[in-house]
Structure formats: structure tokens, C-alpha cells
């Protein structure tokens, strides 16, 4: 009898066989912050029927919204909509097949021409998720000999694709441009590398040293990947984000956006050289083997860039809430990570504190996102501003985080 026939037949005769399931009945971690009051996820929101500005409804109740990434306001601009709409009538619900077979349409070729235009590369790429276009280009553009040179504070996104490559991977201290030159210099002669860093880090909110990144990576020879994520619409004299913003978007080879934060949408982008989307087409396994975009979400995202285009004073207002808002907690003594962008993290050390404060903060009708570590180096209250935000909005959620916070005996330093 051979040896897995042996094992196979144990296994039978075995009742105590482990179930793969096992781990799952286990997981009691969304029970226990249940029990004790904690638990801050999918909460469930409705239509936003009678909502002003700035606010959702959440059950029979209408809440300030300080957690979105709709950093313009834009999901529910008249102009998105009717683009969705009419989007939906002329095409259908869904493409129903791979943009290599079926499932391209004109829409999603011109959207890719404005978006190689706006990002001043010679074309882009879309795809049906901002992950999916990180998780594809990393794993697809790196292989065996290749390094990957990357921030210390990556998006999972970018971590699961360099983790799907088997090319090797090095890390830099975050924004640390001494040491990002000393991986350089390690990396041998023969290596091809990819420099890989966000534009705005999504939950910091601060802007990576691009000028001295590109500078040192093109001294070694290196390319440069830059998600753009949270910098699109935000940052940049056309809102083109954090490479414009440094004046570095032409010497960057390759930019990544998407389509769920400033552009009112879903979906993602890679937008670089001719050849290395060409590549990524045909190449890149998420996007050869999953449906395309649905014209819906693709027409809302094209309108959402005209609008980002066309009207700048959207990312002057939202940069003014943004700036008011850190300048009136860091006054009232919370710690606010520096940065100049829509993301205002609030340092609160305390894992509980922060999980109870966002609670007590949704029971004042203010709706803010909690970032446990490790989604960020330290836990974070992630205040994330929009331009429906208006000035008295900043002072209604200044003023209750202040009562709140006394009441739960969180520190602050007040000047
Ligand atoms: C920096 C960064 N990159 C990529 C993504 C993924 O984008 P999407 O939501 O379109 O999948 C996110 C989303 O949170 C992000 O913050």
C-alpha cells in the first residue's frame, strides 16, 4: 500500500478530522468588540434622501460625514449623475466580459486617452478596482531578478502585489530619503528596480518626498510607481495630484489613481509609457481575466475629471476646511500629524479610547473612520475632509470631539 493511500484511509477512519472551517468559528475578535461596545464596522447607510451638504442618513438619522474619500463631493453632482445615467440606457448594466475580448467600449478608450493626457503620459489602462490595478501592475511588471524599492507605508494594495511578484523586495523608512538611498545603493548593478510610493499617504494624509525621490532614483537607474490615490483632485494646479503638485508628474514613469475617492466612481488607472501599458494589457492576470468597468462607473468618472479639470476652487475650498480643521484641534491640544492635504489624523494612542470615541463621536451624529494598527504605524482618528464641508461644520465637529474626548478622559495639551 503506498504511502498517501495509508494516510488517505487514517484520514477516513479519523472522526477528528480538522475542518478548514475551524479558524472561522474561532475568529472571535467582531463578537468581543460587539460585547464591549466597540465594534465600529459596516455600519449601514441609506439613501440620502432630505440630506444636506456634507451629511448621510444612517438609519433614522441624519450624520455628519467626516470618513469619506469623495474629496470633491462628487458622487452626487448632478453632472456625475445624468453622466451615469445616460451611460446606463445607451450600454446596459454591465460589459459582460474581458476588455481583452468583449468588454471594451468607446468610453473606456476615451476616458483612457483624457486620463494619459491629464497624467501627461503617453497612454493609460483601466481597471475595474484601484487595488486591481496595483495588485496587477506590481506582480505583472517585476519579475525574478528585480527589486522593488518601496515606502515603509504602503496601501495593502501595493504590499499584496509586490508580495505576488518574485522579484525581491526592499523597504525604506517612510519618506526617508537617506535611507531610501541606501537601499539603492545595495541593490547590485544587474537589478532592474521599481521605486514604489504613494503621492499622499491614505492614512497619514502627508505627501511623499517625490522631488528627492526622483532625483535619487533616476541617479541609480530606477524607475519610479507613484499611487495617486488620494492626491488626485486634491492636490496639483489641474488636480492631477501630489507629482504635479511637486512639479514631478513628467520625470514619474508610471501613476496609478482611482476612481473611488476624487473621481465619484469605482474603478483604477496605470497610466505611463505606451509600451508598458501595452504590456500591462495583455500581460496583467486581474485585468486579462475579469470583466471590464461598467459603463456607468466609467462615464461617472469621466465627468467627475472634467469637473476636476474645470473647477479648482472645489480642492481651494476643501484645502481651507482642511487647514482650518487642523489648525483649531491642534489648538484645543490634539496631536494632528502634520501634513496639507484632506486627511487630518488625530494621534489617540489608545486603541479602546479610539474605538470609544469614534462611538461616542456617531452617537453625537458625526461619523469618523477609526485606523487601527496596523493599517497605520499608530492608531489614528482619520478625519477626512470634503468640500461639502463648510466652516461651521468644522466648528460643530471640533467643538463636540472636544466635549467627547473630556468625557472619556482622553488626554489633550491645550496652548
Ligand atoms: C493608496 C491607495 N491605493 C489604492 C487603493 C485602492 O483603491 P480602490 O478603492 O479603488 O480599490 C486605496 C483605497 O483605499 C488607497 O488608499
Redesign the pocket.
Known sequence: MSASATSSSARKKSSGSSDIFEKCRNFTRPTDLRDAGLYMYFEVFEERKGCEPGEVRLGNRKVLMFGS?DYLDLITHPKVLEAATLAISQYGSGCSGSRLLNGTLDLHVNLEQKLAAFMKKEAAVIFG??????YAALSALTEKGDAMICDHN??A??VEGALRSPARTARFRHNDLDHFERCLENCPPQEKVLVIT?GV??MEGDIANLRGIVKLAKMYGARVYV?E??GIGVLGENGAGACEHLGVLEDVDIV?G????SMAS???FIAGERSVVDYLKHTARPFVFSASLPAASVAAAGAALHIIQNEPERRQHLLHIARLLRGELRSRGFVVLDGETAIVPVVIQDEVSLCRLCKALLAEGIYINPVLRPAAAQNLLRISCTAAHSEAHVERLVSTLEKVADKLGIERNPS
Open positions: 474619500n478596482t484601484g487595488f486591481q490595478a496595483n504602503l496601501h494594495s501595493l504613494e499617504f491614505s499611487d490615490a488620494h496609478m482611482t476612481f473611488s475617492k469605482v474603478g483604477g
